[in-house]
């Protein structure tokens, strides 16, 4: 994301946290459903990320669009209208953030980000499945009709909106991707990070322990683990959290060993 969009970003996320209580389930959607009418109409995100265009005819727009939203919703977008993004895509993108953490936010449930992971792997172990919600073919109402089919009750609401989103609004993004960057937002609302650690087989419980105290200490916050276990790392682990990447795995040492020695 360039410069402009992290700080429009950071701006409308202090924005949303500013909001309270007011920072409801319904405004969460509302702002989901915003990022996907704004994703589709190409005039409107050209306009709204112009720079040569004044602020109020942008918050003027938004309020003739989206008049219908909540008080607190239409304050989030006015905002983010006003603010310069750096291209019309990261615009939507900020939008859809802002959506998550808003269900996020009135969630304020502890397993929202694990119901989200849970559903990756989920479709992540259903070629199938994976291949039909991720297709860019294909009716949307369809695909969110078989996404709700296959978890139904089996995941919170939260959740389940949040999943529909990404279904029905993937762009020719990976499911995958998405639903592990919405975890990954979802544990950062709560004030955590989300590490994801592949390791060739389980860790007993007080090792789990260990690694979650050392990486918080690391990170300076709380950090959530999530397991993934792949024995064609012969050893040792691969953590990822956010863009970070500590490779300690036995095949990732031979693969730079058979580097040094091509050389």
């Known amino acids: 994301m360039g410069s402009a969009s992290r700080e429009a970003l950071a701006q409308s996320t202090k924005a949303l946290a500013a909001l309270g209580a007011q920072a409801t389930a319904q405004v969460g959607t509302e702002l989901l459903n915003a990022s996907a009418v704004i994703a589709d109409a190409p005039g409107l995100r050209a306009a709204i990320v112009d720079p040569a265009v004044e602020a109020e005819p942008k918050r003027a727009l938004i ?5 219908g939203f909540t008080p607190a919703t239409q304050q989030l977008l006015a905002g983010v209208a006003q603010a310069r993004w750096s291209n019309a895509d990261e615009l939507v993108t900020g939008i859809e953030e ?6 996020a936010h009135a969630a304020g449930s502890d397993s929202l980000d694990d119901e989200l992971l849970a559903v990756n792997v989920l479709i992540g172990g259903n070629h199938e499945l994976e ?19 296959v978890f139904g009750s089996k995941i919170s609401e939260p959740a389940a909106r949040i999943v529909a ?6 762009r020719g993004r990976r499911i995958g991707a998405l639903l592990t960057n919405a975890a990954e937002l979802v544990a950062d ?13 389980p860790l007993d419980a007080a090792r789990q322990e260990r690694l979650s105290a050392t990486l918080s200490a690391t990170v ?6 999530t397991f993934v276990v792949d024995p064609a790392l012969l ?29």
Do not use: Y
């Open 63 to 67: 309020g003739k669009l989206f008049g």
């Open 98 to 103: 802002l959506g998550i953490r808003a269900e």
């Open 131 to 149: 291949l039909t919600l991720g297709s860019k073919l294909g009716d949307a109402d369809a695909k969110v009709a078989l996404a709700e089919r």
């Open 165 to 170: 989103h990404i279904v029905r609004n993937a």
């Open 189 to 201: 609302q709560a004030g955590k990070s989300l590490a994801t650690v592949t390791v060739s087989a």
């Open 220 to 225: 300076g916050r709380p950090v959530k683990l």
């Open 235 to 263: 050893g040792g682990m691969h953590v990822r959290i956010g863009d970070n990447v500590i490779d300690g795995s036995v095949s990732a040492r031979l693969n730079d060993l058979r580097q040094q020695l091509a050389s």
